[in-house]
């Protein structure tokens, strides 16, 4: 007997094969949606909930109580809190947002002289730790302050080392790279036809830019100073080394006095008052995506010419000018300041005599090495760990078909949203009653993953959207895996990508210090807090030794991206 079996079709077959990667790439979708759930959103619910919770994470004896609501809210200082982070907040967000946008504005779109090298040289700021910059600033303004004391002209301009004008100067040093790395790709994507036109009616470039530039760019523009509002009220190191001798108070250093300085830790009052920190950061998320949604920013559509530079004229070498003032002021400064500070007899003198003493007593002292091991550990495995979490997000959000990718995607900006000061307080409350990871150092590791992994997913969104489908498709029909294709064919396209996240990731965890500075224990010190905590106890110089390796750890990062760089780019 003979029985006939029909071969089937290359339709159903090829048809086979579309369904199993729709159903892979929603298993992708899913498995991300819920590692975001338990990451990303899981320490935000529990920093809210600690808010009315009494008792410290970990004991036995938490309840549901608004005591620390009540602690709040009847201490006078809660509401000098409130003043200063609305007006430095406020006021950083203006000179951060208006520097930022000029300088992305200045590279994009002139002819000013070097543009090219300050493409990339305006974003050293970023590598280096903001402890860093407030430590440069009172090291250095301090001096210059002396040396300035016999000229009342020269002395009355130079602001105060701790004052609210220094938080705000310091602050504002910090936040412009950030503005200025979200407005140049805006700037870059903008079509010219309207400024073109604007010159050939004779508009100055500067009042093009103003009418018609910067207003196109808004969407951009609102986005970039909420960030740096957001990041500005969170921060921790400057507000208490510059503006806590003066007697400023911001939400950051009200929850760390509360934790670290009182006879009794409140873990529901500082909770609370992050919490009305994060209410503050709502109410700008929402205001900007009412003002963005309500309006059109819609430029010529279409392809046309080239976009054409704006042609300063004898203005641009000014231009050239205030570039080169900005990447002195934010990073050559500071980190000249730090480096030499370290050697001096006594930080700030400069009296030219230098010793190696200061590096000698780090050298032998226990903790030093402890804070450089965990450091290196904890930014190696988040940036690995970010990395891997990022572009399998980004995979699912980009590639997918699924409305659950717009939950994902809307779920990994939640960390940036909120202040991270309260992820770190949601952190504790969140893992203090899971065994082995309460009091260790892998708490920093989640608490580190937890608010930087939405940056490496934007990361990898953007390089998959740069990918052209039909690379994965051409390999699905010839009949690979999903998993084959991604190796084969996606993978080697994505290492430029991989590398440049991998180092952002390191170097983020590297300089944090506001989160860290909630969450280190005894023998889990990293370099961050070290270095903050000796300049609190008027270690000068002990600090300037760990900024100084934290600066080393970072160049060396730096060397070895570019290094690496150069060899992926022959593949």
Known sequence: MTVTVERPSDESVQAARWQRRDKATKAVVLTALVLGIGILLYPVVMALAGSVLAGAPGSDDVAFS????????????????????????????????????????LVSRTNTPGRELFRTALMLPLFIPTVLIGLAWTIGVGSVKRLTENVPVLSSVIPESYSFTGVIVTLSIVVVPLVYLLMLPAFDAMDSTLEDAAAANGIPPWRTALKITVPLAAPAFISAAILAGVRVLETLDIPLMIGRPAGVEVFATRMYQTLFNAPVPNYGKATALGVSLAAVAAVLVLLGGVYVNRRSFVTVAGKGAASRLVNLGRWRFLAAGVC????????????????????????????????????????????????????????????????????????????????????LEGLTWVPWAIPGVLLALGTLWGYSFVGGLYGTRWLLLVAYVTIY??????????????????????????????????????????????????????????????????????????????????????????AAVYGVCMLLISGVALAVYGLLSRRTRRF
């Not at 965990?374 to 078909?401: D, E, K, W």
């Open 324 to 407: 080169w003032l900005y990447l002195t002021i934010g990073s050559i400064v500071p980190v000249a300041i730090v480096v030499y500070g370290s050697f001096e007899g006594y930080v700030g003198i400069w009296d030219g005599s230098l010793t190696l003493e200061h590096w000698q007593t780090a050298f032998e002292d226990e903790v030093f090495w402890r804070s450089i091991g965990n450091t290196l550990l904890l930014a190696f495995l988040g940036a690995v760990i970010m990395t891997l979490l990022g572009a399998s997000a980004a995979y699912g959000i980009v590639r997918s078909q699924s409305r659950m990718r717009f939950v």
């Open 66 to 105: 608004l005591q620390g609501w009540r602690a709040a809210y009847a201490d006078e200082r809660t509401y000098q809190a409130w003043s200063d982070s609305l007006q430095i907040g406020g006021a950083t967000m203006a000179i951060a947002a208006s520097l930022g946008t000029l300088l992305a504005w």
């Open 453 to 542: 992994t939405p940056l490496a997913v934007r990361q990898f969104s953007s390089a998959f959207l740069q990918l052209d489908p039909a690379l994965e498709y051409a390999g699905w029909v010839s009949g690979s895996s999903k998993l084959v294709t991604f190796w084969r064919l996606i993978r080697p396209l994505l290492l430029q990508t991989t590398l440049a996240s991998l180092l952002l990731s390191f170097v983020l965890c590297v300089r944090e210090v506001s989160l860290s500075a909630f969450l280190v224990s005894p023998g889990n010190e990293v370099l961050g807090v070290r270095t903050l905590e000796s300049w609190t106890r008027g270690g000068a110089s002990e």
